[in-house]
């Protein structure tokens, strides 16, 4: 059984007779470089830890590095090679990048009392001087100020001369021999119709915005979604991903930071344009990627044709196990406390042992509820994975 169909049968509720002895070993996100610069000093290669990059950090200006601008494919092999070294199953992660969300890295202003900076998504962020943590300057889009979206919409139109079929190819055919060999599934990252808005706008203005500026919200959605159609697309037509996931993180501790009704207005609307068209160009699985406590809004996500969640926060309140008995279909790649590695092996048990009916009744690939942090030893996260090859033997055995 090649990687890829192991990792679809293990989402798509195989029995354990049917996964050739074990479900995919997997982690959910790329890793914190603070944990592998940790692991580094406790023995991992250098080479193996460094290469593990954020996508951000390709893009240095030179011309090489400029193709992962919109495209970011290369970036994903250094973390692929990573997670292997640790026994992980191969996942290629790749991102397709919107028009809008890359900006040069440049000093704006500097003076006596501040520095301030524009970073990589276009925020001019503020360090004051003697200070040590930047704080928000100026946002990319003020709702007040409409004008700042059109503005930003036609930069995205003249750099979309950029998102040519040749370029499109390029960037992610030298993936698809491997991909078809099945020798690693790919995991498509898109930003979604909550997370990409919050970004421009940021948390508070923008949940001001679905109330006294719902015009802009979705004059900033319809044009993200037709990129999506006409662009990403083509992007699925080459490579079929395995799993596409779209970031939202619209919800707090306490619940979702929109009403089911608002969601559907402005976020749901928009899945149910594209995710029919991604399940007919071959996709296996749509995720979404959000933090905190969203129950409540589940049955919407599922209505708008949602095939599961990641990473499943449990500190927030989401327990996979409570969560699959209310919804037994739904699917989930995460929901283990990273909180537990860092405390040792009966820790690191006793967390398995709490997701092990969700394991056995299948659709389900554990992983960290979001990045591992750096209070993990290397020498617990590799029991970690060690238990999490052991547990996986019994995905799918309580499917009759």
Same mark, same amino acid.
């Given at each position: 059984m090649t990687n890829r169909e192991r990792e679809r049968k293990t989402l798509d509720f195989a029995k354990q007779s049917e996964l050739d002895g074990r479900g995919s070993i997997e982690e959910t996100f790329y890793p914190w470089v603070l944990t592998t610069q940790r692991f580094k000093k406790e023995g991992m290669p250098a080479d193996i830890a460094d290469g593990a990059r954020d996508i951000t950090n390709d893009l240095d200006g030179n011309a090489e590095s400029q193709k992962e601008k919109y495209f970011p494919v290369a970036w994903g092999e250094g973390v692929m090679e990573y997670e292997k070294y640790l026994g992980f199953d191969p996942v290629r992660r790749i991102h397709f990048v919107l028009p809008f969300r890359r900006f040069e890295e440049k000093i704006i202003e500097?003076? *006596?009392? +501040?520095?301030? #900076?524009? @970073?990589?998504?276009?925020?001019?962020?503020?360090?004051?001087?003697?200070?040590?943590?930047?704080?928000?300057? #100026?946002?990319?889009? !003020? *709702? @007040?100020? *409409?004008?700042?979206?059109?503005?930003?919409?036609? +930069?995205? $139109?003249?750099?979309?001369?950029?998102?040519? @079929?040749?370029? $499109?190819?390029?960037?992610?055919? *030298?993936?698809?021999?491997? +991909? !078809?060999?099945? !020798?690693y599934s790919i995991r498509l990252h898109l930003e979604g119709f909550f997370w990409t808005p919050r970004e421009l706008m940021n948390f508070e203005p923008v949940l001001y915005a679905f109330y006294d500026a719902p015009e802009l919200l979705h004059d900033i959605n319809d044009f993200i979604c037709q990129v999506y159609k006409e662009k990403t697309m083509k992007v699925i037509e080459i490579l079929q991903p395995d799993v596409v996931y779209f970031n939202e993180d619209l919800s707090g501790v306490n619940g979702p930071l929109i009403s089911p009704d608002t969601f559907d207005e402005f976020v749901g609307s928009y899945y149910r344009e594209l995710i029919p068209m991604l399940k007919e160009r071959g996709v296996g699985n749509v995720i979404v990627d959000t933090d905190g406590q969203f129950e409540a809004l589940i049955p919407n996500f599922i209505a708008a044709g949602v095939d599961g969640f990641l990473p499943m926060d449990v500190n927030a309140g989401m327990d996979i196990v409570k969560i699959r008995e209310k919804f037994p279909k739904l699917k989930f790649i995460g929901g283990y406390n990273k909180l537990e590695i860092a405390k040792g092996k009966a820790a690191i048990d006793a967390e398995f042992d709490r997701i092990l009916p969700v394991i056995r009744g299948g659709g389900y690939i554990p992983g960290a509820d979001h990045q591992v942090p750096p209070s993990a030893s290397l020498e617990d996260y590799k029991y970690y994975i060690h238990r999490l090859s052991e547990v996986m033997k019994q995905a799918g055995a309580d499917i009759k």
């Open positions: 500097k003076t *006596p009392e +501040h520095t301030v #900076r524009q @970073d990589v998504f276009g925020r001019y962020l503020e360090l004051k001087t003697g200070g040590q943590v930047e704080t928000e300057y #100026r946002s990319v889009v !003020d *709702p @007040d100020e *409409p004008e700042q979206w059109e503005k930003l919409k036609a +930069h995205a $139109i003249k750099e979309l001369e950029l998102y040519t @079929d040749e370029a $499109i190819y390029q960037a992610y055919a *030298p993936l698809k021999e491997g +991909h !078809d060999r099945g !020798d």
